[in-house]
């Protein structure tokens, strides 16, 4: 059995009758792989929770979870638990009309793509795919046209949104400037679409 240990930490946070504590969001990947068939669809896990001694009998921790399969699937439906994301929430000085700030989300979805997901395979990594590619164009507005960075080639030029941005835009000059009019309009409509993808009730 391997058990792992980690420390994490909460804030308190003002209740009706007290302090309460600060929703925590975790996220738990699996690094390696097994020869070994599993003998069920499902693995079963075991967390706990040790809140520290003071708070014993006063505050009772509620574990919610969602699969990646839920995941990916709430995706299609445009029902993503934000919380779930590592990027997400972006921060308070995210502006979506900012090619910098595209750029910086850009990056961190590729290196969790690249770093922790690996797997080409896996489910979230077509779902990642997506989000990297809506982040990229936000940031490279004129692409595949003009300049624009690399990007880890293990992601592929595939998936709904890219596939459908480089069929609609192969046909426009290279010369053809981009005013701030038209970057605006475009990152305001990739802005939409994302928190169409990520907008759901609270989920804890």
């Not at 003009?146 to 010369?175: C, Q, R, V, Y």
């Amino acid at each position: 059995m391997s058990v792992i240990t980690s420390i994490i930490h909460t804030s308190p946070l003002p209740a009706n009758e007290g302090i309460g504590f600060t929703p925590i969001s975790l996220s738990i990947s699996f690094q390696g792989s097994t020869a070994q068939s599993a003998q069920s669809s499902t693995i079963p896990l075991q967390v706990t929770i040790l809140l520290p001694r003071e708070f014993g009998g006063q505050v009772v921790p509620v574990i919610r979870h969602i699969s990646w399969t839920e995941l990916v699937s709430n995706f299609e439906s445009q029902s993503v638990p934000q919380l779930m994301i590592p990027f997400l929430p972006l921060p308070p000085s995210f502006n979506p009309l900012s090619e910098a700030s595209w750029s910086v989300l850009a990056r961190q979805v590729e290196s969790w793509l690249v770093d922790t997901i690996r797997d080409v395979r896996a489910p979230e990594w077509a779902w990642g795919c997506n989000t990297f590619w809506m982040a990229f164009i936000a940031a490279n507005p004129d692409f595949p046209q003009g300049p624009w960075p690399n990007w880890n080639p293990k992601i592929s030029l595939e998936g709904k949104f890219i596939e459908s941005w480089t069929a609609d835009n192969l046909t426009i000059p290279a010369d053809s400037p981009l005013n701030q009019d038209i970057l605006d309009e475009i990152r305001t409509s990739i802005w939409d679409d994302f928190q169409l993808i990520f907008t759901v009730p609270p989920y804890l």
